[in-house]
């Protein structure tokens, strides 16, 4: 079995994490030498992502970041979305390697400071920034492989409320309430697939350097409707107020300052899809509240219980 994750990630994980083999591989690409390496996170049976000191001709090289994939040829298309958003100038990780017998894609580790790490005034000019990157995103042209699939997200709601009802029996008529909401308003749903979306976006995927916004965790791309990002960043924006207690402008304020940012640049308005997603985002991170995942830190305790309460209620505002 690989130390990244189970069987099917065998294939490419004891390479990634050998030094000289993936300096080998990484000559044609990079006058480097890889000098650690060192496993940064694991999504069982789908990804593990490593990271690379290196050192070149002169002194210490670029930071890398390797994912290996437990479907091969995924690392080719991402690879392939990488190169076609720095094609395009939209800030994102810079492609060096794809090595497809591995199912590895190597890129270039983003620098910076994630959004949360901010004061008001770094947050609101860094919510304006990603704005204007999804506005930027959403108007391109990427060729994806992958479509907004409502069915399937009805049943991630479903999934979310299920682990919610089984780890934390408390908070189980509250994400029911939610499903409901989710399901009533599901049946006249119309989401396009007209533009790419990140699918993932929040703010600890937003990373800032020096004024420049650099956006990561680029897996879950595909063909859907802008919406989809636009309110699945805000609810994360509510998350994080939650947590903090409005700190730095009052409940709500960094939410408004982004969707204020977000009209100002493309002229779209929330609507169904927004409130329906919205809510969606919300169910989402009371499954990973209770799973221990999403956004650090990760609560425990009341504090827990007080989180889950706050972003099921947000949900039905």
């Known amino acids: 079995m690989s130390v990244l994750g189970g069987p099917s990630l065998s294939r490419g994980a004891a390479e990634a994490l050998d ?10 690409h990079l006058d480097v030498r890889v000098v650690g ?3 940064l996170a694991i999504a069982p049976e789908r990804r593990a992502v490593v990271a690379y000191d290196t050192a070149g001709p002169g002194g210490p090289g670029p930071r890398l970041i390797a994912k290996v994939y437990a479907e091969p040829g995924r690392a ?6 990488l190169g076609r958003l720095e094609a395009l100038a939209i800030p994102a990780p810079r492609p060096v390697a794809h090595l497809p017998d591995l199912g590895i894609s190597v890129f270039t580790a983003a620098e910076g400071r994630t959004l949360d790490r901010f004061d008001a005034a770094g947050r609101r000019a860094g919510v304006a920034a990603a704005a204007g990157w999804l506005a930027r995103l959403h108007a391109c042209r990427i060729e994806l492989d992958r479509r907004l699939d409502l069915d399937r997200e009805r049943t991630a709601v479903r999934i979310w409320a299920g682990q919610v009802a089984a780890r934390h ?17 599901a049946r006249t749903l119309r989401p396009s697939t007209a533009a790419p979306i990140h699918k993932d976006f929040h703010h600890q995927h937003c990373l800032v350097d020096h004024g420049r916004l650099v956006v990561i965790d680029l897996d879950e791309m595909r063909e859907g409707d ?20 409005g700190r730095g402008g ?21 609507g169904a899809v927004h409130r329906w997603f919205h809510a969606y985002t919300c169910l ?19 504090d827990l219980e007080r989180q ?7 949900g039905m505002r």
């Open 169 to 185: 029996p408390a908070a189980a008529a509250a994400a029911e309430r939610l499903l409901v909401r989710l399901e009533h308003g």
């Open 19 to 28: 030094c000289e083999l993936m300096t080998r591989l990484l000559a044609p």
């Open 37 to 39: 390496a060192r496993v």
């Open 250 to 270: 009052g409940p709500g304020a960094l939410e408004t300052a982004f969707l204020d940012a977000h009209v100002a640049r493309t002229g779209t308005r929330p």
């Open 76 to 81: 080719g298309r991402m690879h392939e979305v």
């Open 226 to 245: 802008p919406a989809v990002d636009v309110a699945h960043f805000a609810a994360n924006l509510r998350l994080l107020e939650l947590r903090e207690g």
């Open 308 to 314: 889950l309460a706050l972003i099921l209620d947000e």
């Open 284 to 302: 989402k991170i009371a499954g990973q509240l209770v799973r221990g995942r999403g956004p650090v830190p990760v609560p425990e305790g009341r």
